[in-house]
């Protein structure tokens, strides 16, 4: 999780390339009105962040009369960025140029319980892909984590899928490797964050984005924005006291929490006790497809409890839409009782216009919506035109 975020000028050349990159402005013209700068003032800018090669003037806009003004976009090879989604037993690391277009991507087992170890292997496969893949300088790092986060400190809390990694400051970790912008978040988060970009639809003002994996998690957004909380807990729907029997231990230390009772992880336990092979929710999710009597009616049982715990958060906050994404959302008979307990408890005006639907790509979502975080995080007005300034200096030195 990034710091409070900085602030630039209205105007300044970071926050110029902010208009033109999010497309809020697309010509000189209409960053002088959003910016209310002087034509010339705004020229200035515009050529300087073109010969540094941030952004590119072609073509034309549309006009209602006179000369079409030029289009100005974001140059997405002039940077690119890192992802990585760490799991419970893995982790893919990917590249992206600034418009967030993926690059390279790889996924390989991380299982090591020291977190010392663990990012140093994941800055080296970082530092090697960025290599392979040509990509324009780094401008950044994004973590997701299973685990909720700390704001604005980025520490690990409580997480189930690493006991041992409770209170890790990742960020601070990072810095023995890079002096680039780290930034971690929890990956419910960040399915949220890849749900909403780039939306059109409005709907997707308001969603819960929810991640059916080893744990279960939720990100919320609201007014099209991510809702983190005072403290960074919002939508840990996972310690939920549920009916139900526990099947793992949860670092909650709840009683018949969700995540104890009807995650992925629970269901493998579950599953394990009755004398089935399965050691990930993948497998669990592959047995569903069997039809096997004894699998099925595990899966609708959590389906059930995981569809309760949204109704009341339906209920409570009135979503557009309740994504569903992750491993287990690829499960028939799980998806289907969530849906059907979800829409029996919830109130008719928040269920008339409700969409609970499959997330966009849910493979990547995670590694997509760190890439958004770290977009963000390293394009951020403050940060922009310091390295502006900076090249500015180098060149006239």
């Given at each position: 999780?990034?710091?409070?975020?900085?602030?630039?000028?209205?105007?300044?050349?970071?926050?110029?390339?902010?208009?033109?990159?999010?497309?809020?402005?697309?010509?000189?013209?209409?960053?002088?009105?959003?910016?209310?700068?002087?034509?010339?003032?705004?020229?200035?800018?515009?050529?300087?962040?073109?010969?540094?090669?941030?952004?590119?003037?072609?073509?034309?806009?549309?006009?209602?009369?006179?000369?079409?003004?030029?289009?100005?976009?974001?140059?997405?090879?002039?940077?690119?960025?890192?992802?990585?989604?760490?799991?419970?037993?893995?982790?893919?690391?990917?590249?992206?140029?600034?418009?967030?277009?993926?690059?390279?991507?790889?996924?390989?087992?991380?299982?090591?319980?020291?977190?010392?170890?663990?990012?140093?292997?994941?800055?080296?496969?970082?530092?090697?892909?960025?290599?392979?893949?040509?990509?324009?300088?780094?401008?950044?790092?994004?973590?997701?984590?299973?685990?909720?986060?700390?704001?604005?400190?980025?520490?690990?809390?409580?997480?189930?899928?690493?006991?041992?990694?409770?209170?890790?400051?990742?960020?601070?970790?990072?810095?023995?490797?890079?002096?680039?912008?780290?930034?971690?978040d929890n990956d419910a988060n960040l399915n949220a964050l890849a749900e909403i970009a780039g939306a059109d639809d409005p709907t997707a003002q308001h969603v819960l984005a929810v991640k059916l994996g080893s744990r279960i998690g939720c990100g919320v957004v609201t007014e099209g924005r991510l809702h983190r909380g005072h403290g960074g807990a919002a939508g840990e729907i996972s310690h939920t006291p549920v009916d139900g029997t526990s099947y793992i231990a949860c670092t909650c230390g709840m009683a018949n929490c969700l995540e104890s009772v009807a995650s992925g992880g629970a269901l493998v336990a579950r599953l394990a006790a009755a004398g089935y092979d399965v050691h990930t929710a993948g497998d669990v999710v592959a047995l569903g497809r069997t039809g096997d009597p004894v699998v099925i009616e595990a899966l609708r049982e959590a389906?059930?409890?995981?569809?309760?715990?949204?109704?009341?958060?339906?209920?409570?906050?009135?979503?557009?839409?309740?994504?569903?994404?992750?491993?287990?959302?690829?499960?028939?008979?799980?998806?289907?009782?969530?849906?059907?307990?979800?829409?029996?408890?919830?109130?008719?005006?928040?269920?008339?216009?409700?969409?609970?639907?499959?997330?966009?790509?849910?493979?990547?979502?995670?590694?997509?919506?760190?890439?958004?975080?770290?977009?963000?995080?390293?394009?951020?007005?403050?940060?922009?035109?310091?390295?502006?300034?900076?090249?500015?200096?180098?060149?006239?030195?």
């Open positions: 999780m990034p710091a409070r975020a900085e602030t630039a000028k209205p105007g300044s050349y970071g926050d110029v390339l902010r208009l033109v990159r999010t497309g809020e402005a697309r010509s000189r013209s209409q960053l002088a009105k959003y910016t209310g700068l002087a034509p010339s003032t705004v020229s200035l800018r515009v050529d300087t962040l073109v010969r540094l090669g941030f952004i590119v003037e072609e073509g034309s806009e549309h006009s209602r009369g006179g000369r079409p003004a030029k289009r100005l976009s974001l140059v997405g090879s002039a940077g690119s960025v890192a992802a990585v989604d760490l799991g419970a037993h893995h982790a893919t690391v990917a590249i992206a140029d600034l418009d967030g277009r993926m690059l390279a991507e790889e996924t390989a087992v991380s299982e090591d319980p020291d977190p010392t170890t663990t990012v140093a292997q994941l800055w080296e496969r970082v530092a090697r892909l960025h290599a392979e893949s040509g990509a324009g300088p780094l401008f950044g790092l994004g973590v997701g984590a299973p685990a909720p986060v700390e704001v604005p400190s980025g520490r690990i809390v409580h997480p189930s899928f690493r006991p041992s990694w409770d209170r890790v400051d990742l960020p601070a970790l990072f810095t023995a490797h890079t002096d680039l912008p780290v930034v971690v389906g059930e409890r995981i569809g309760a715990v949204l109704a009341s958060c339906v209920n409570f906050f009135n979503p557009g839409d309740v994504v569903l994404g992750g491993t287990m959302s690829a499960s028939t008979p799980l998806v289907a009782a969530i849906r059907a307990e979800l829409f029996k408890r919830c109130l008719p005006i928040a269920a008339d216009h409700l969409d609970v639907r499959a997330a966009h790509e849910p493979d990547k979502a995670a590694i997509r919506g760190a890439t958004q975080l770290i977009l963000e995080a390293a394009l951020s007005p403050a940060r922009m035109d310091r390295l502006v300034k900076r090249a500015l200096v180098d060149a006239a030195g």
